[in-house]
């Protein structure tokens, strides 16, 4: 796998709100893991947990958080951060990292990319992998809320940004090469900084799974789901979708 030297796309996607690269899609529900107890850096909260504070006094080094799932090997995921107005510091980071990758380090980094386990892009608009990094995109405008929207192709291994709906291209390729899983991540130098997952989307693996979608968004509770005519099969599927879509 390697940094991206392909041409960016000049397409520009105007800010909108639920933006989606791809139209045919479906929530994606998840939310970031939950940090260490050891850990008093990043704390999480909100809405099944999706907020997360950075240094909450002050900062006296670089930590990250990764998401509570994996990312499937197939299909297509989108997911939006919104991060707060405390754009500053040595870095603020967005990307993807294996479960081996860092999550703490006593000094000020670019955390998501120091090694070879995580790729990330940094607020100064550098993209990171293995040590090593080179300028992708403009730096962030400092102490300006933004959203930073992130493309995972599982099928084609590539790893695509998005800035305030626009398009910033391909950055990373070969990712279908990692055999490790990979888990959504971002990190944090900065005191006080605060980043939200807001939008979570993914396209649909079959018909199968377009259909289950479908019938959950009609259900108004998890009792109807043993009353449908479905295979046993089914009907557990759909309970398990239950957590994340119906509103119990």
Known sequence: MRICQCLRTKKSYL???????FSDSCDDNWTWDTP?????????????????LFHSNW???TVAIRGNRPLPKHG???WEIDVSHRVFGTSL??????????????RFVNLIGQDGHSWGLSHKGQIWHDGKGRQFTDPFIEYTPTTIGLLYN????TLSYYKDGRSLGVAFDGLNAVEEPL?????????RTEMTLNETKRTFWNLQDRCCWR???VLESIDQVDRLPLPTPVRIELKRRSRWTLRL
């Open 76 to 78: 297509q995921y989108y």
């Open 36 to 52: 260490e107890e050891t850990t008093t850096s990043v704390h999480t909260y909100g809405q099944n947990g999706r907020t997360v």
């Open 154 to 157: 599982g099928s084609n291994g």
């Open 215 to 217: 019938l959950v968004q």
């Open 183 to 191: 888990f959504p991540m971002i990190s944090s130098t900065a005191a």
């Open 59 to 61: 900062s006296n080094g």
């Open 93 to 106: 980071m967005f990307g993807v990292g294996t479960a081996k990758a860092s999550l703490h380090e006593t």
């Open 15 to 21: 800010g909108e709100s639920n933006f989606c690269p």
